[in-house]
Structure formats: C-alpha cells, structure tokens
C-alpha cells in the first residue's frame, strides 16, 4: 500500500493564481481531511470529508474547497491564493469504523504565494 | 475536545527511555488520549493511543493515570530517529478532526 500520497511536493504561485492540491489514499477510507500547518504552529484542520460526496468545514476554511467524487481522491482548491496561505498542507485518512482517530498523513505540500 | 498541557522541549541520551507527560485535567469521560509525533518537516505519525487501560506497542508505552486527567508516553529505548515533536492529543468521538497543540520538541542526544 502507499497509504497517503500527495501531489506536488512544492510550489509556488503568484497571488491570485489558482491550484489544486492532489491527495489520494488507498486504504478504502472514508474519512479523509485537510490541515495546514503554519511555521512554529500545530496543524489546523482546513475541510473534512465522511465519505464520497460528503464535505465539511473545519477551523481555517476561508479561500479554500473540495470535493470528494470518489473514495480514494480529495483535492483542495485554492481559488485565488494570497500570501497568508503561504503553509505546509497536510492530506490525512482514517476508517470510521471502530471510533477511534487514528489517522495516516501524506507527506506534505509546500507552498508559498508570492 | 479537551485541552492538553505539554513540557515545550526535553531531552534524552539515547538508548535511555524517554518520558513525555501531558497534562488533560478537563478529560471527559469518552474522550480519548493519543500520541503522535511529526518528525522535522514530514507528515505527523500516529504512534499510541488509550481511553482507561495503559497500552503498549511496538513503538511505545502509555500510561494513563487513574483519574485520567494526566498521561505519560515512553519510549523504551531512545534513539536518534526518535527525535521530533510529539502531540499530546484528547478526543472523543465525531469527525471535526484532531487538534495539534504546539507539542514537546523531544532531542535525543548521542
């Protein structure tokens, strides 16, 4: 299994520009979620997803969406970027069965918004 | 989701056990402990986690003490690999996603 892969590693964007965030898991998990974790900073939760079809917000939502069309996939849109989204964005999964929270990161993409 | 308290940085030699404490004195009683480490600049790493009982793993110890408002995560045998921060994180049930705090910088040193 490669668990949680996410794509690109890096970017850069000028502010205003638009990007998806790409993250995929092959787990067969239904839950899948973004965080964004600024430098010094603990991670902060962006959006959540339950399942195919299912999205929600979390704490820092503003200037970001997603989708969820399948089980495996979960982008995130930013639709004009701005350099306070300058972060570190982190793709996490897990299974609801069981109740338990245990969940399995992607390596991270870096961005920075010029 | 309860709040944890963590010591900001500790040390240890490697191949000694390391001890990380967090407090959670507000802990329901559905609310669960768990430990995650991120080592520098990767994804964080689910490592443990306990509602009442002690556990152990492969990769660690938690201890959970009776009252449930303090926990403790050992390492057995440190080594340099183990160098990272580690979450401290309380949560019950639901799936509004796991809060990081600011964490224990834990350095091994040779």
């Known amino acids: 299994n490669a668990g949680v892969t996410q794509t690109p590693k890096f970017q850069v964007l000028k502010t205003g520009q638009s990007m998806t965030l790409q993250c995929a898991q092959d787990m067969n998990h239904e839950y899948m979620s973004w965080y964004r974790q600024d430098p010094g900073m603990g991670l902060r939760l962006i959006h959540y997803?339950?399942?195919?079809?299912?999205?929600d917000q979390g704490e820092v939502p503003n200037g970001y969406n997603v989708s969820r069309s399948t089980t495996e996939d979960f982008p995130l849109r930013l639709l004009s970027a701005a350099p306070s989204q300058t972060s570190v964005y982190f793709c996490?999964?897990?299974?609801?069965?069981?109740?338990?929270?245990?969940?399995?990161f992607g390596p991270g993409t870096r961005l920075t918004v010029l | 989701d309860a709040k944890t308290t963590q010591p900001p940085s500790m040390d240890c030699a490697e191949g000694r056990a390391a001890n990380l404490p967090c407090n959670h004195s507000?802990?329901?009683?559905?609310?669960?402990v768990y430990w995650y480490r991120q080592i520098h600049s990767q994804g964080p790493q689910y490592i443990i986690h306990?509602?009442?009982n002690n556990e152990t793993n492969e990769m660690a110890s938690l201890i959970i003490t009776e009252d449930r408002k303090s926990s403790t995560l050992i390492l057995p045998h440190a080594t340099l690999r183990d160098t990272a921060v580690y979450y401290c994180i309380v949560k019950g049930g639901g799936a509004d996603g796991l809060t990081f705090g600011k964490g224990t910088h834990l350095i091994i040193q040779p």
């Open positions: 507000t802990i329901s009683g559905n609310e669960y």
């Open positions: 996490a999964s897990r299974g609801l069965a069981g109740g338990s929270d245990t969940q399995y």
């Open positions: 306990g509602l009442k």
């Open positions: 997803s339950v399942g195919a079809g299912i999205t």
